[in-house]
């Protein structure tokens, strides 16, 4: 068998398993990604931003799908599926730089979203309702306090009705004895959630987007691959790979 031929075939064979393999990690990025999204969506007001996180899952679902395919039509030297892995992974790569620009520009927009929601979430702390949840998580979970920092509770009616004391999940891990006393700062996050949480989220969207990037590269290499294989199968009969 031409030794160019037995290699071509075993780069397409690699490529399918490299798809399958990039189905389950894009899979995880997308789901954590809309994961870290969802646990702070009552600061995050555009819903949109979730919208790479969700193209990343239809990608990946789709990339089990073509990986199998490739994989049967490279063993079973079919021409029509080849040229239907060759169109697909051009889909997909489409589909993958779609999602790239969407992050890049919402990355962009992370700052003033939070900005606009997170003083009005802020604002109608009362202890029990939906919003005091989001905030107590987002507080504790960041070990932060207010929204540029602990001083932007004064301005919160919370303040004033609780004799001067912010809500308890300012507190510092392990504090037993704060009671969220503005008069207790050594007992207490002082520094703002906003410029965390846009941290946190930056970070993520920034993983997903060199993840999205990386597996576009991969893809490009693979339509090269085929195209390779195909002109190569034009010129001479195209042999099995266990011949």
């Not at 730089?97 to 003083?119: C, H, P, Q, W």
């Not at 576009?216 to 034009?234: D, E, H, P, Q, Y």
Request: charged share 15%; with cysteine; net charge neutral.
């Amino acid at each position: 068998m031409d030794c160019g031929i037995l290699t071509s075939k075993t780069v397409l064979l690699f490529l399918s398993l490299i798809f399958w393999a990039a189905g389950a990690a894009l899979a995880y990025v997308g789901s954590y990604v809309i994961r870290s999204y969802n646990s702070f969506e009552n600061f995050v007001s555009d819903k949109y931003s979730v919208i790479p996180a969700a193209i990343i899952i239809g990608v990946a679902v789709v990339m089990f799908v073509i990986g199998t395919v490739g994989c049967c039509a490279t063993l079973r030297e079919s021409k029509v599926g080849l040229g239907f892995f060759l169109i697909v992974i051009l889909i997909i790569f489409a589909a993958e730089v779609t999602a790239f620009v969407f992050g890049f520009i919402y990355r962009g927009r992370i700052k003033g979203d939070l900005e606009k929601s997170m003083n009005g979430v802020f604002e109608k702390y009362d202890g029990v309702n939906t919003e005091a949840h989001a905030v107590d998580y987002l507080q504790s979970q960041m070990e932060c306090c207010g929204v540029n920092n602990i001083s932007d509770w004064t301005a919160f009616p919370w303040f004033s009705q609780h004799n001067n004391s912010v809500p308890h999940s300012c507190c510092k891990a392990n504090a037993t004895q704060c009671t969220g006393l503005i008069t207790q700062l050594d007992l207490l996050n002082t520094q703002g959630c906003e410029a965390k949480l846009e941290q946190m989220l930056q970070d993520v969207l920034s993983y997903a987007l060199l993840v999205i990037l990386g597996f576009a590269i991969v893809k490009l290499f693979g339509m090269l691959s085929i195209c390779v294989i195909t002109c190569r199968s034009k010129k001479n009969d195209y042999q099995p790979l266990y011949a």
